[in-house]
């Protein structure tokens, strides 16, 4: 398939749903209807297989797709990136079938939003360690835990989880993934306060659990395979999305300058420069990095992605409250999340909620210990814990 049949699909399609189209700024019915039909005629994700989402073509051809169906009602990544960037491609690559066809659709049109239930407070850096726990029993397994800095919990419909299931062999070896009903029995959402006053992030105790096995992704005690797919995928979601010539978090930047002449200085103008080449150079290798997808999954290259991403968001956004010599924002009031918006919200929110890039979806610190390791082929450090089983760490 090529992008004049991708054109064609668009065109058809917007044929039959043009009155849903035109409903593009009005909630409800027709909105959801549009999603759910775009899904069905395989213009969600272009890439994916036909009869999910997709018609089976190169991944680079979903930004044909984008740019005909703009203006059309769209999903809200703020709200579903989770899904999006990390479920999807995780329940592709190891759901069933039934899973796939029970699970990907209302995921796409923001039916069922998703949560990502990895980190716990003794298991976040490293998270191999992690100690939520898993039992069988009969058909059905008992989970026990606590997670922590869980994106959108508090709205979620599922999270995907890793537990332990086995303590009795080396910590990468021991784990299932399961998807997890979040409205089950023993669920339970706490809010974080962040330092930006909302609470975005969540920490969730799961007591007693029940999760039939048909929720489980993967074979029992892989779950650390499976769960490399949603990270390597994460740090492309983060870092590697499609951006235009001087968009995203530089754009903010550029207006206020333009907008400001009598702040600009020299030395400002300098540092702005600088940071516009750092800009191109990360769009550039996203748009790489989305290239060499069209071959397969993810690899290690996008934790680069993602370190790139969070150096950048947080100069950018603290160069902007620097330059406007006023952080713009005055309202700590603790309060519920909706959305994670940067780029409609003002410089104060950027500057604070920019903190937390190199945080979520693996710390930088961590990512440069994968880029050494995998990506340039280092010596990798000592771990004297490799072959230990899990239940004889020290904690």
């Known amino acids: 398939m090529n992008e004049a049949e991708i054109k064609e699909r668009v065109a058809a399609f917007l044929g039959e749903h043009v009155l849903s189209a035109r409903g593009a700024s009005s909630p409800g019915g027709d909105r959801l209807e549009f999603l759910r039909a775009r899904f069905d005629a395989g213009l969600a994700w272009v890439w994916f297989p036909e009869g999910l989402g997709g018609l089976g073509a190169a991944r680079e051809l979903q930004q044909v797709a984008e740019r005909e169906l703009a203006g059309t009602p769209q999903i809200n990544t703020g709200v579903q990136g989770i899904g999006?960037?990390?479920?999807?491609?995780?329940?592709?690559?190891?759901?069933?079938?039934?899973?796939?066809?029970?699970?990907?659709?209302?995921?796409?049109?923001?039916?069922?939003?998703?949560?990502?239930?990895?980190?716990?407070?003794?298991?976040?850096?490293?998270?191999?360690?992690?100690?939520?726990?898993?039992?069988r029993d009969g058909d059905e397994w008992v989970v026990d835990g606590q997670k922590v800095w869980t994106s959108g919990a508090h709205h979620s419909r599922w999270g995907i989880l890793v537990a332990r299931t086995d303590p009795d062999v080396p910590k990468h070896r021991g784990m299932t993934y399961f998807v997890c009903d979040m409205h089950a029995p023993g669920v339970e959402v706490r809010p974080l306060r962040q330092i930006t006053g909302e609470a975005e992030f969540n920490e969730v105790f799961l007591t007693g659990v029940r999760l039939p096995d048909d929720l489980r992704l993967g074979e029992v005690g892989d779950g650390w395979r499976v769960?490399?797919?949603?990270?390597?995928?994460?740090?492309?979601?983060?870092?590697?999305?499609?951006?235009?010539?001087?968009?995203?978090?530089?754009?903010?930047?550029?207006?206020?300058w333009r907008e400001q002449p009598g702040l600009r200085t020299h030395d400002l103008h300098q540092r702005l420069l600088s940071l516009w080449v750092e800009a191109e150079v990360?769009?550039?290798?996203?748009?790489?990095?989305?290239?060499?997808?069209?071959?397969?999954?993810?690899?290690?290259?996008?934790?680069?992605?993602?370190?790139?991403?969070?150096?950048?968001?947080?100069?950018?956004?603290?160069?902007?409250?620097?330059f406007r010599r006023d952080?713009?924002?005055?309202?700590?009031?603790?309060?519920?999340?909706?959305?994670?918006?940067?780029?409609?919200?003002?410089?104060?929110?950027?500057?604070?909620?920019?903190?937390?890039?190199?945080?979520?979806?693996?710390?930088?610190?961590?990512?440069?210990?994968?880029?050494?390791?995998?990506?340039?082929?280092?010596?990798?450090?000592?771990?004297?814990?490799?072959?230990?089983?899990?239940?004889?760490?020290?904690?």
């Open 84 to 135: 999006l960037g990390m479920a999807a491609p995780t329940i592709l690559a190891f759901g069933t079938e039934e899973q796939k066809r029970r699970f990907l659709r209302p995921l796409w049109t923001g039916e069922e939003v998703w949560c990502q239930l990895f980190s716990e407070p003794g298991a976040g850096s490293d998270l191999a360690t992690l100690a939520t726990r898993a039992v």
């Open 227 to 256: 769960a490399q797919t949603t990270l390597m995928n994460e740090r492309v979601a983060i870092g590697g999305a499609p951006m235009r010539r001087g968009g995203g978090m530089v754009a903010s930047v550029l207006d206020a």
């Open 282 to 322: 990360t769009r550039l290798s996203g748009a790489r990095l989305r290239e060499q997808l069209v071959a397969g999954h993810p690899g290690p290259e996008g934790s680069g992605i993602k370190l790139s991403f969070a150096k950048l968001n947080q100069a950018l956004s603290g160069f902007d409250v620097e």
């Open 327 to 395: 952080l713009g924002y005055d309202d700590w009031t603790f309060r519920r999340s909706e959305d994670v918006d940067f780029y409609g919200r003002g410089p104060g929110y950027r500057y604070l909620r920019a903190k937390g890039n190199s945080i979520e979806g693996g710390t930088s610190e961590i990512l440069r210990n994968i880029i050494a390791e995998r990506v340039l082929g280092l010596p990798s450090e000592p771990r004297v814990d490799k072959d230990v089983p899990w239940k004889d760490l020290p904690r």
